[in-house]
């Protein structure tokens, strides 16, 4: 596969072709000892193998006449399994690559289009050669490929905006998907009544679990899709959040009406069972996330001895959160989201910063592999499965899932209004309603359905909906928000400030309904903070990390990333987009010229800072030696100045320059392959103390413990506004202040500008 | 909520409802609470918010209390502090946190978003000098961690330090290295916080208070 290698633009469209030829290569291949053995239970039926009567004959053979040993000999049956699977996956995504390489066609159609397209052909090519196409087995989808992508999505669930919204989230999500349920299945059931559809035979029961399958929203299709539509966050969060609580409505109508659909008849009691179950499902899958997220961050707690398999406990439990739920026929869905939700902050307190980028490297891959995979078997599941197409029914259909969509949105805005702060407006209503896409989901429970003549016209009437609306409603959705001018993502890097006034905020809210002797959201949730703090974080934290308050969290957090990125882009790397200069000497008040400042650095702050300089040592050191040649004017007080020390300080001081002279840089497009943003939430972030093991109670930076000190002649200030005796100034920068104006401008040309996606994608390129 | 009916004075409610713009019930259930507050006196004082047992564990507590005696958030354009205030300017401090109404021009909701930045500004700016200073902000911080034990000065000084070198760098860019920067002055907080959403976020519900938890 060397050929393929050098992507380049135009070689794009070749390699598409030359991955399908290569595909169609082994197909037939593959094909030559073809025996068409009765389907078994593999999910892979690819022509079967046959070598079973093959091999006899060969011994036979052997026997009769002496063979010369065989040198190189052709077996492919042995390896087909995960050879195949391997072809596959390794299609989709030189797929996913191509579409990225070719900027026109990925702006303006989705990336769920393409690769549902890509799978058409394929469906198409194996057609075509008269195979047999891998079928689409809801067993897969539903252990293998979905699983990944509900986690990854409720590991970084932004639960501040998620919570703050519950209410209308749920409605839309419950209320919602059952009126969609119903008013389909009603008015499908209508249609055919009517005689000149020819679609006697429907049943009540039928049409019924016909719309329960159709009404659900699609986590995986919405999530591909607004991703790449970068809408605020509150729309992103409503839609999205809907789309993975309305899987337990879903869960329950299914199961139900398929049991009254054998059963035939419904009475009362089972209507009344059936809610009853829903609670079941929903709150039972809740509470199976808990129980094994509460697990997970338990054994994160001690997983300090044996760091590499700390990611591992993570995707196990959440897995067997899952798998269990799925047991008791809860809610799986819900159940990993609970699961991740609840594990996430302990496990991100406990484990080391190298654990954290695997997780989340991880769970990105996956959910990437099976998202794209999912949608190419959509299309390769179209192009071969048993259709019956009735024109009636699929246009009714797609109809009347818009109508429903629209009119179940509206009607629940009106009285969700009522209740919210910030009310919905209009545009809101729009892109809510028109978000609502359908996905692989509703296939493969279309796909369980039994076999009777029903399944395929629903099949193909879901299969319609299903393109509709990831076709027209995700191409068009782009333009549409642009000219609707709705309000787009915020792009704010993690400002410390706003995260100050975040915490402000809510303690001042707090206060205010205290004063007002009310009861309200900010009570309660003041409330859980206390309880998280003084029982949950001491039992599932390790050791003194359990005291560490958010605040302090997120900005060790950001200054263990700047400090990263800039040693690791080589600290001289760009010249800086910003005008600014600003330093602490400008915020300070003024003090005599004359001062010899170091900043001063706590041990293990200097332990992590060396091994990062020696990692990158090599790409560092030529560099850094010429800059140090104009920095010897820093303080000879220091008599064991040893050249890394040195080097670490300067990349320290550097560091802290560079983070408080960046501004807020506009966004650029990141090239990453799984568009995703990480957007500053409310979490406890990671600080890795696995390489300082001695290191003190509180990442605070003490009092200097050794030579590095700084020391402020202190003379007379006229203008003591700060009284600043920054003698422990910690994070100040103190280098900045040096005489000539030279040194600074040298420095600023170090100073890298750190945008938001730069961070995150040097992080990303470095790791 | 039942018990509009012994309302005093209403003609003093369209008044107050005019200035406050709170509607006529939120204003009755906010005098009950006053008068719950104050042991059915004329006037709050300091001590009577010292009562409230919910805003014992609060960290920014002392601020709370003095942002409904500073005559800054009277909106008469006043200064200094007071000793004890009356249901009118307690109902301009509540008012504050009035939620935006859905069918706003873009100009108003610029107005409150400066009235609730307004609002902040003047509990950071204890001095009263229109600026937010290092030390004031060092103060801020300092408050918000006062409640997490050891970890205390110094980091809040880091915190603070890094807070106020960012406000520079947005407001200022280019500094000469001998200009000192002052403090925060409003004009800077706003563009600071401009991407914050403010009117979103600082608003609590009025109309939702049960009489049970009125007697606390």
Redesign the interface.
């Known amino acids: 596969m060397a050929v393929l290698r050098p992507a380049r633009r135009s070689s794009a469209p070749l390699l598409t072709g030359v991955m399908c030829a290569l595909l169609l290569l082994f197909l037939p291949a593959a094909s030559a000892s073809r025996d068409f053995a009765p389907a078994d239970n593999e999910t892979w039926r690819n022509p079967a193998r046959s070598t079973q009567e093959e091999v006899p004959h060969h011994q036979t053979n052997s026997t009769a006449h002496k063979k010369a040993f065989p040198v190189l000999s052709f077996n492919y049956e042995h390896v087909r399994k995960p050879f195949e699977i391997s072809l596959w996956i390794l299609l989709a995504l030189l797929m996913k690559l191509a579409f990225h390489i070719i900027p026109r066609v990925s702006h303006v159609v989705p990336e769920s289009c393409l690769l549902i397209v890509v799978g058409l052909l394929v469906g198409g090519i194996i057609k075509a050669v008269d195979e047999k196409a891998p079928v689409f087995d809801s067993k897969l989808f539903f252990f293998y490929l979905l699983p990944p992508i509900i986690l990854d999505a409720g590991y970084f669930l932004p639960i501040r905006p998620f919570t703050e919204n519950m209410g209308t989230i749920l409605m839309f999500a419950v209320v919602g998907t059952l009126w969609n349920a119903f008013f389909i299945g009603g008015t499908v059931y209508g249609i055919c009544q009517i005689e000149a559809a020819q679609l006697g035979g429907v049943d009540l029961l039928s049409c019924l679990l016909f719309g329960s399958i159709i009404s659900a929203v699609d986590p995986v299709s919405v999530l591909s899709l607004f991703e790449e539509i970068h809408i605020n966050e509150l729309l992103h969060i409503l839609v999205f959040g809907e789309s993975l609580l309305n899987d337990a409505v879903t869960v329950v109508l299914y199961h139900l009406l398929k049991e009254f659909s054998h059963a035939g008849s419904v009475t009362v009691v089972d209507a009344v069972l059936g809610v009853v179950c829903f609670f079941v499902v929903s709150l039972g899958g809740v509470l199976v996330g808990i129980i094994y997220g509460v697990l997970g961050a338990f054994t994160s707690r001690f997983t300090s001895h044996s760091r590499v398999i700390e990611p591992l406990f993570v995707f196990l439990y959440s897995y067997m959160a899952y798998l269990s739920a799925e047991v008791f026929h809860l809610s799986g869905i819900m159940s990993l989201i609970a699961c991740g939700v609840i594990m996430r902050p302990y496990v991100e307190a406990n484990i080391s910063h190298k654990s954290y980028t695997t997780i989340k490297y991880f769970l990105k891959m996956w959910s990437s592999v099976s998202e794209t995979l999912m949608f190419i078997f959509l299309g390769v599941a179209t192009v071969e499965g048993p259709h019956e197409w009735n024109w009636t029914f699929v246009i009714f259909t797609v109809f009347i899932c818009l109508v429903s969509r629209v009119l179940g949105v509206v009607g629940l805005t009106a009285i969700i209004n009522k209740f919210r702060i910030v009310k919905l407006s209009k545009k809101d209503q729009f892109i809510v309603a028109y978000g609502g896409l359908r996905g692989a989901i509703a296939f493969s429970l279309g796909f369980l359905l039994t076999d009777n003549e029903m399944k395929n016209l629903f099949l193909t009437a879901i299969i319609t909906v299903i393109f509709f609306t990831v076709f027209v409603q995700g191409m068009t959705i782009k333009p549409l928000v642009e000219l609707l001018a709705v309000k787009r993502k915020k792009e704010s890097k993690g400002s410390i400030n706003e995260e100050i006034h975040t915490q402000f905020l809510d303690h001042l809210l707090t206060g205010i309904e205290g004063i007002c002797g009310h009861y309200g959201h900010h009570h309660w949730k003041d409330k859980l903070n206390r309880f998280n703090k003084s029982y949950l974080k001491k039992w599932l934290i390790s050791g003194n990390r359990s005291t560490e308050p958010q605040l302090i969290s997120f900005y060790n957090k950001m200054e263990m990333k700047q400090a990263m990125m800039l040693v690791e882009s080589g600290s001289a790397a760009k010249l800086p987009r910003v005008s600014s200069t600003a330093s602490m000497q400008n915020i300070q008040p003024k003090e005599q010229p004359r001062r010899r400042a170091m900043p001063s650095i706590s041990k293990s702050r200097e332990q992590e800072i060396r091994k990062m300089l020696r990692a990158n040592l090599q790409n560092t050191k030529q560099r850094l030696r010429s800059y140090s040649r104009h920095d010897l004017m820093i303080d000879p007080l220091e008599d064991n100045v040893s050249e890394v020390r040195f080097r670490k300080q300067r990349v320290e001081m550097e560091r802290r320059m560079s983070h408080y002279l960046t501004v807020p840089a506009k966004r650029q497009e990141t090239p990453s392959v799984r568009k995703v943003w990480f957007g500053p939430e409310q979490q406890v972030f990671t600080y890795d103390d696995s390489e300082s093991p001695g290191r003190p109670a509180a990442p605070a930076r003490r009092g200097p413990p050794d030579a590095i000190s700084l020391l402020t002649e202190s003379p007379q200030r006229t203008n003591q506004r700060g009284g600043t005796q920054a003698a422990n100034g910690g994070a100040t920068a103190k280098a900045g202040e040096q005489e000539e104006q030279e040194e600074q401008l040298k420095l600023s040309r170090f100073l890298s500008d750190p945008g938001p996606n730069k961070e995150q994608e040097e992080e990303e390129q470095e790791e | 909520m039942g018990a509009l009916q012994s309302l005093p004075g209403q003609p003093e409610y369209i008044d107050l409802a005019e200035k406050t713009g709170f509607s006529f019930e939120q204003i009755g259930v906010?005098h009950k609470?006053f008068k719950?507050?104050s042991h059915n006196g004329e006037t709050l004082r300091r001590d009577h918010?010292n009562e409230?047992p919910?805003?014992a564990?609060?960290?920014?507590?002392a601020q709370?209390i003095e942002a409904f005696f500073d005559r800054r958030n009277f909106r008469q354009n006043g200064e200094g502090t007071v000793e004890e205030i009356g249901f009118e300017e307690f109902l301009v401090v509540?008012s504050h946190?009035r939620?935006p109404s859905?069918h706003m021009t873009e100009e108003q909701r610029e107005n409150v978003r400066t009235e609730k930045l307004r609002f902040?500004f003047n509990?950071h700016d204890t001095d009263n000098d229109g600026t937010i200073?290092?030390?004031e902000y060092r103060h801020?911080?300092e408050e918000?961690?006062s409640?997490?034990?050891?970890?205390?000065k110094?980091?809040a000084?880091?915190?603070a330090?890094?807070?106020?070198?960012?406000?520079?760098?947005?407001s200022?860019?280019?500094?000469?290295?001998?200009?000192?920067?002052e403090g925060i002055t409003f004009e800077h907080f706003l563009k600071?916080?401009r991407?914050?959403e403010?009117e979103?976020?600082?608003?609590?519900?009025?109309l939702?208070?049960?009489t049970p938890?009125?007697c606390?």
């Open positions: 906010l609470r719950q507050l918010f409230i919910d805003l564990c609060n960290p920014i507590r709370i509540m946190f939620p859905l902040l509990m200073t290092l030390e801020v911080v918000l961690l409640r997490s034990g050891a970890l205390g110094d980091t000084k880091s915190i330090d890094a807070a106020m070198l960012e406000v520079a760098s947005i200022m860019g280019h500094m000469e290295p001998d200009e000192f920067y600071l916080l991407g914050f403010i979103a976020k600082m608003n609590i519900r009025f939702n208070m049960d938890t009125l606390k």
